[in-house]
């Protein structure tokens, strides 16, 4: 599949001129035609059974797969927690600022100390998740 959009991409961007003969059209399609067939060699036949897919073991590009939506669920689901704790250090800071007594003064400083801490292992996480989705997406060979 991947040959024969290729092929497509160079035709498209060669350009094939408006003067040319039907023969030499027929010459640079040669190659795309002979991917389409390969194409349709490999696809089985209408009568044929196949493997069920359920018994089957899940292919490379299946578990690729998988490990790029769970790269990806990690990411949001990061970054979730990070803006949720960051707006309760926030808030934990600013009751801080407010408050007259020592003693809750110390609470609420150690309260907006502690959501920082999982903001920042959170923004982590989420920063894990980014590269990992872009390595699994982008650079991860799929053959």
């Not at 349709?40 to 059974?49: I, Y």
């Not at 998988?66 to 927690?81: D, N, P």
């Not at 007259?100 to 801490?117: N, W």
Request: a positive charge.
């Amino acid at each position: 599949m991947k040959k024969t959009i290729a092929w497509c991409l160079l035709l498209v961007l060669s350009g094939v001129p408006t003067w040319a003969e039907p023969l030499e059209l027929a010459r640079r399609l040669a190659p795309l035609e002979a991917a389409l067939a390969e194409q349709w060699a490999e696809q089985p036949k209408l009568g044929q059974q196949s493997m069920p897919t359920a018994s089957a073991a899940p292919s490379k590009e299946q578990r690729s797969r998988k490990k790029l939506y769970l790269s990806a669920a990690l990411a949001v689901g990061a970054g979730a927690v990070a803006y949720w704790s960051k707006e309760r250090a926030n808030a934990a800071y600013d009751r801080y600022l407010r408050s007259a007594s020592v003693v809750r003064q110390q609470r609420e400083l150690d309260a907006a100390k502690h959501f920082d801490r999982v903001t920042g292992a959170a923004f982590i996480g989420m920063e894990v998740g980014l590269v990992l989705s872009s390595y699994l997406l982008f650079f991860r060979s799929r053959s």
